[in-house]
Structure formats: structure tokens, C-alpha cells
């Protein structure tokens, strides 16, 4: 449902999230490592999220991104995340693809679709970065096809 921007954004963020939580501030070459994402690629989109102060960064060696507020209640909303990434028209689009779709005029999916797309939209607005890499911590999810 969301870009591909806003799927490694997501990834990036929970795993830097893990990082911070044992001290540690990994670059973007690392990042893109361990979230399989090309590194040109992930270095646009942490520079995204630093400029939009989602995240914050320091250059140079030793350097890194980190949270400056690590804690449950201050991290960001994967609902944040995909409206910093561009996506948050997925949560007013027609399933089909059209335009102009509601209640009036809807599109032959409408019905169904729309229950699915204001389920995403919960779980999106409840779930936090900090909760997803808590889950990855406890080995109760993964982020990459290489962490078993």
C-alpha cells in the first residue's frame, strides 16, 4: 500500500531505533546493509528524515543517525513516516485507481476496499517505530530475510 520510499523509510528507522537503544549510531552504509536497500537510495531517504527532523544525524567519523528522543511516547508514527515520505494520499485514494471515487460514485471496489484502507489507517496512526523494533529485539518479527 505504501512506496518504496516510505517501505525501506520504515525499515531504516526501526533498525536505527534498535541501534540507539544499545548506543550505538550506525551511518547509512550500514543502515543500508542491514535493511537491503541501496545505499544511494538510503542515503536520500535518512537525509529526508534528518531535514525533517524525524531523525537527527552527526557527519563524519563516529557520526551517524540517532533519535534524539528515544522513548516510546516521542517516537514517530509509521503515519508519520509515510506523510514525511509522500504517501499519505493512500489513506483518501480509490482502491481502483480513479480519481473521483465515494460514496456517490464509487468504484467497483469501493465497498470492499474501503474497510481495508481505514484498518491500514489505525494501525498505521497506533503503530510507532519504537513498538516495531521492540518487537524485532524480542525476536518477535524481522526486518531483513537475513535476521533468523
Do not use: W
Not at 527532523?53 to 528515544?70: A, D, M, Q
Not at 491500514?120 to 521492540?134: C, D, G, M, N, P
Amino acid at each position: 500500500m505504501v512506496g518504496k520510499a516510505a517501505e525501506y523509510a520504515i525499515r531504516a528507522l526501526v533498525y536505527i531505533c534498535m541501534k540507539n537503544l544499545e548506543g550505538k549510531t550506525p551511518g547509512f552504509r550500514e543502515v543500508a546493509k542491514e535493511i537491503e536497500s541501496p545505499e544511494p537510495y538510503t542515503a536520500k531517504i535518512l537525509q529526508t528524515l534528518a531535514r525533517s527532523r524525524v531523525l537527527s544525524s552527526v557527519k563524519g567519523r563516529g557520526g551517524g543517525f540517532f533519535f534524539k528522543e528515544l522513548t516510546p511516547e516521542a517516537s514517530p508514527t509509521l503515519y508519520d513516516v509515510i506523510s514525511q515520505m509522500g504517501d499519505a494520499h493512500i489513506f483518501t485514494s480509490c482502491g481502483f485507481g480513479l480519481k473521483h471515487c465515494d460514496d456517490t460514485h464509487p468504484c467497483p471496489m469501493h465497498e470492499e476496499f474501503l474497510p481495508i484502507r481505514d484498518g491500514f489507517y489505525r494501525l498505521v496512526r497506533k503503530e510507532t517505530i519504537y513498538s516495531l523494533a521492540q518487537k524485532v529485539m524480542k525476536r518477535e518479527a524481522v526486518i531483513n530475510r537475513l535476521m533468523n
